[in-house]
Structures are given as structure tokens and as C-alpha cells.
């Protein structure tokens, strides 16, 4: 196998010997250059986070956990109680596969901070060359009641043969001379700010009838498997950016988008940085991974998950927010992200999660 982050082909294989394990896989998890992980029925209410450098964590549940909750059932997970879930998948990888795991799109729009915890590791969504053993997610979520179920899909896989191959600041401006990798909102090639990464900015153009979404502080139960059901008025309000600009206040959770629209080819994946001081104290996204061929072939607009939890802070339109770094996968993948494998976010504008009733 190739050195770089693995395709489509790749899970494919993995599942059918075994590596991947999981008793009511589902060939529809395999994504184009990642895998979606499913809530088994076992779950847990617990008093605090925790890591497991020493242990099995099932071996020290019982100094965390509060209750024990079965998701054959479905149930309500209320806002800012943190909850752990055993994941349906376990792995048993070999000496040269490494990976990380990281909420999905959906997740990430609705506030739902989560991440995998292992046995016997000391870092959250990091997956050690030849583990072997069981997953786990720890889900808390800050803005909604929601309601969950075995076989929810919460976060992503990514596996990695030997090495992550990001590309340099002059060989993605390279990339972007012979296949463009920004545009504007015409999807017009436009001259890209590469620094660390392809930056991106903003959109509060108060030309927009809508500039943001924040999440209110009562709504009721929303449903995890209700897919375009809920009222968009009962869970958020709607902003204008006022003179192009807009206050980002602690403890809200914003939903904006890009001004830009970014590409990703078909032999990359893209990872947006989560926090960036050098950009703002705040945080723009949850998941922030993007699979081989979004926004193919002339963009797709970046929704971006905003929140501060310090001070107050002034973006003005246009301003820079983030960060993209792209990587080379092993080889380009025969499935890539699109409408053709029923894509959630493919050709976006300021889209909320899939479980809203479309503008």
C-alpha cells in the first residue's frame, strides 16, 4: 500500500479482511477518503472527560460513569451532559496504518462537541500504528437536546499508510496554476493567499439577506434521524451583518460561510485548522474535513462553525478565518464527493445541518 491517507478502494478491502471489524457494517459508511462510525447500544452518562493511557477503558468506567443508558432505545441527550458511547467498529490495524478520527459535517453544525477516545492512549482522535481494540465517543452537546439511537453515524475515520503527505505552501500554489483550488462566488479562478495553508475569509457582505445562524437557547428535541423535518425558526435565529461587520459573542454558536469557494481534486483531502491565534481567538469548525472532489469542478462555498468562548470579537467581511491544508491521498480515489453518493454539502451556500427543512 501506498504511503498517504487512504481512498475509498482502501476501506473497501480493509472491512473484507477483517481489519475494519464491525458486526452490522454497512458498505454505505465507506466515504471517499474516510469511514463513518456507528453508535452501538451501549452508552454512558459520566461525570467527567477523561483519557486512558493505562487501561482498557472499559476497565474504569465505573469511576466515571453516572448511569448506564441502552440505545437499542432511543434517548435524549441533554445539553452539556456529557455522555460516552461504545462505537459498533473495532480495529485491529497493522505496523504501517496510523489514523485520527474527527466529528462529521453534521455533527459539527449542530454544536455536538465529540471525539474518539482509545484504550491505552493519552491523546483524543488519534488512532496508533497496529492498535488493536475497541472505539469509543465521548458526545456532549452545547446547544440542542438531542435525540440519538444505535446505529447513529457522529464521526469519521481517516487511515493513514506511514505518513500524512501535506503539500507546501509552493506546491499547492503550483496545484492551483494547473487545476484551480479557489474561486469567487462566480466560480471565477481567483489569485489564492497561501500561507501555512490556503486561507480563506468570510462572508458578511450585508448585501446577504441572511450573514449568519445562531443557535438559540430554548428550542425543543431535535431528532438526529430526522433528516429535513425540523423548522429552521425553532432552533435558530437569522442575522444581517450590520455595515459588513458582525460581534461573535461568548457562549453563542454561529454558523456562517466562506466568501471564497474552495475545490478539493480528487487525489487530495482537505482539513481545516480548528483554532488558529494568529487568525482569532475563536473556533471555526468542529469537523472541517473535506473529501476528494468537493466543490469539483469550479467550488464549493465552506460553512464554517464559529464559536468563542473568551471575549467578544468583531469580524468584518472579508476578513481571513481559516485555514485549509491539503494533502495528497495514496492514489486518487475512483469515488470522490458528490450528489452521485447522495453528498450532503456538495454546491452549498450558508447551509444548516441536513436535519433542516431547506430555505
Excluded at 9 to 33: A, C, G, R, V, W
Excluded at 259 to 272: L, N, Q, T, Y
Aim: proline fraction near 4%.
Amino acid at each position: 500500500m501506498s504511503k498517504g491517507s487512504l481512498t475509498y478502494e482502501d476501506y473497501f478491502n480493509l472491512t473484507k479482511k477483517n481489519i475494519i471489524k464491525s458486526k452490522n457494517f454497512d458498505f454505505s459508511q465507506i466515504q471517499p477518503s474516510s469511514i463513518d462510525l456507528t453508535l452501538s447500544k451501549e452508552c454512558y452518562e459520566i461525570k467527567a472527560s477523561f483519557l486512558s493511557p493505562n487501561n482498557k477503558i472499559i476497565d474504569i468506567l465505573d469511576e466515571v460513569k453516572i448511569k448506564e443508558i441502552n440505545l437499542e432505545n432511543s434517548y435524549v441527550f441533554k445539553k452539556n451532559r456529557t455522555y460516552l458511547v461504545k462505537l459498533n467498529e473495532k480495529l485491529n490495524l497493522n505496523k504501517n496504518i496510523f489514523g485520527k478520527c474527527n466529528p462529521k459535517s453534521s455533527t459539527g453544525r449542530l454544536d455536538i462537541f465529540c471525539r474518539t477516545i482509545l484504550d491505552y492512549s493519552n491523546e483524543y482522535e488519534k488512532i496508533p500504528f497496529n492498535y488493536s481494540g475497541e472505539i469509543f465517543l465521548e458526545i456532549t452537546s452545547r446547544s440542542f437536546n438531542i435525540r440519538f439511537n444505535k446505529g447513529d453515524s457522529l464521526n469519521q475515520m481517516r487511515l493513514i499508510c506511514k505518513k500524512h503527505m501535506y503539500l507546501e505552501d509552493k506546491i499547492l500554489k503550483n496545484q492551483h496554476l494547473s487545476k484551480p483550488i479557489i474561486f469567487n462566488r462566480a466560480g471565477k479562478a481567483i489569485i489564492p493567499d497561501i500561507s501555512n495553508g490556503l486561507k480563506i475569509s468570510v462572508d458578511l457582505d450585508n448585501k446577504n439577506k441572511i450573514s449568519a445562524f445562531v443557535a438559540k437557547k430554548n428550542s425543543p428535541i431535535l431528532n438526529f434521524n430526522n433528516i429535513n423535518k425540523h423548522k429552521i425558526e425553532q432552533f435558530w435565529d437569522s442575522i444581517q451583518s450590520i455595515k459588513n461587520s458582525l460581534i461573535i459573542e461568548p457562549e453563542k454558536f454561529y454558523i456562517l460561510k466562506s466568501k471564497e469557494k474552495i475545490r478539493i481534486p480528487k487525489d487530495m483531502a482537505g482539513e481545516m485548522i480548528p483554532y488558529d491565534t494568529s487568525i482569532g481567538d475563536f473556533r471555526v469548525h468542529y469537523a472541517g474535513f473535506f473529501d476528494p472532489g468537493f466543490g469539483d469542478p469550479t467550488g464549493s462555498f465552506a460553512v464554517l462553525e464559529v464559536k468563542t468562548n473568551e471575549v467578544p470579537f468583531i469580524l468584518e467581511d472579508g476578513q481571513a478565518i481559516a485555514r485549509i491544508n491539503y494533502e495528497k491521498l495514496n492514489k486518487e480515489s475512483k469515488v470522490v464527493y458528490g450528489s452521485h453518493i447522495k453528498s450532503n454539502y456538495q454546491n452549498q451556500g450558508l447551509k444548516l445541518s441536513k436535519h433542516f427543512k431547506k430555505i
